[in-house]
């Protein structure tokens, strides 16, 4: 649970910079957001993976 837990600490952190580059058009902000979103890819595409391998783990 704990990279979950990571995961959705990372969404509500990049929250700010999305609302600082959506509502008001800061550049600075929209490139954090755009380095976050790909932090957030990357730590999902490790949840995905522990979440299959405690899958196939359970089933033996």
Same mark, same amino acid.
């Given at each position: 649970m704990?990279?979950? *837990?990571k #995961?959705?600490a990372m969404? +509500?952190a %990049?929250e700010?910079? %999305? ?6 058009? +800061?550049q600075? %902000?929209?490139? /954090? #957001? /755009?380095?976050? $979103?790909m *932090? =957030?890819? +990357?730590?999902a595409?490790g $949840? /995905?993976? *522990? =979440? ?5 783990? %359970?089933?033996?």
């Amino acid at each position: 649970m704990n990279t979950f *837990e990571k #995961l959705k600490a990372m969404v +509500n952190a %990049a929250e700010t910079d %999305a609302v600082k580059f959506y509502g008001k058009g +800061n550049q600075s %902000a929209g490139v /954090r #957001l /755009r380095k976050a $979103c790909m *932090e =957030i890819k +990357n730590l999902a595409h490790g $949840c /995905r993976a *522990e =979440i299959t391998g405690l899958k196939h783990k %359970a089933k033996k």
